[in-house]
Nanobody, 125 residues
Framework: QVQLVEFGGGLVQAGGSLRLSCVAS????????MGWLRQAPGKEREFVAA????????MYADSVKGRFTIYRNNTKNTVALQMNSLKPEDTAVYSC??????????????????WGQGTQVTVSS
């Protein structure tokens, strides 16, 4: 199984930017569609963004479309999330997540089988 470690979270003002990164260990990273999920206090984990195995196809939640961009580098076993124009409602723990190696990219949180410990993103108003 792929092990995932996220970093890059922090505290920013509304309108600011952050770039989250995820480093994966494992020999089959490129076999997995990857994504980012987030969970705010008192709320369920929700889908944020996803990227296909090759990186050609990306998907985004409507709430972040146009503001966030997901990237992956299969050579370095990394996936990143560029977050621009951040809003207070973006405040959450963001987790890098791996989908099924037998399925394509998905915009459903339930499609991701496992994820890292998460990194905190806090957006102040």
């Amino acid at each position: 199984q792929v092990q995932l470690v996220e970093f890059g979270g922090g505290l920013v003002q509304a309108g600011g930017s952050l770039r989250l990164s995820c480093v994966a260990s494992g020999r089959t990273f490129s076999d997995y569609p990857m994504g980012w999920l987030r969970q705010a206090p008192g709320k369920e984990r929700e889908f944020v963004a996803a990227i296909s195995r090759s990186g050609v196809t990306t998907m985004y939640a409507d709430s972040v479309k146009g503001r966030f961009t997901i990237y992956r580098n299969n050579t370095k076993n990394t996936v990143a999330l560029q977050m621009n124009s951040l809003k207070p409602e973006d405040t959450a723990v963001y987790s890098c997540a791996a989908g099924s190696r037998y399925s394509g990219v998905s915009s459903r949180a339930r499609a991701f089988s496992f994820w890292g410990q998460g990194t905190q993103v806090t957006v102040s108003s």
